[in-house]
């Protein structure tokens, strides 16, 4: 009988034991729920920088390629100006004063 009880008491402080380890695997399955949830939020916040990050890139690759197209504009007319200049040689500088046409 004493035997028996002695194994009764044994297999309580072998539950008790898994009991306690049960509880602690609990509390730690929590934790790990409560960071998993962290980690959610944050890839979920980085998700929309994310977003944003890419339609900013799609909008300086727009105005990259206005900025290209304006620059070969611009150096059209400052070409198409300088074509109808006449440049005279060989006159000294101011020669002319102030009335080119009266000098010519």
């Keep these: ?3 028996i009880l002695q194994e009764i008491s044994a ?9 306690n380890a049960m509880t602690a695997l609990t509390a730690e399955r929590r934790s790990m729920r409560l960071e998993i949830a962290g980690f959610q939020s944050q890839i979920s916040r980085l998700d929309h ?7 900013q890139v799609v909008l300086q690759t ?4 206005e900025l290209l197209h304006l620059r070969s504009k611009l150096n059209d007319l400052e070409d198409r100006s300088r ?4 440049r005279f ?13 009266s000098y010519l």
């Design 49 to 55: 920088r994310v977003a944003a990050v890419e339609s």
């Design 83 to 86: 074509k109808n200049n006449i």
């Design 11 to 19: 297999v309580g402080r072998k539950l008790e034991g898994m009991d």
């Design 1 to 3: 009988m004493d035997r």
């Design 62 to 65: 727009d105005r990259d390629q």
């Design 89 to 101: 040689l060989g006159f000294p500088e101011g020669i002319e004063g102030t009335d080119i046409l």
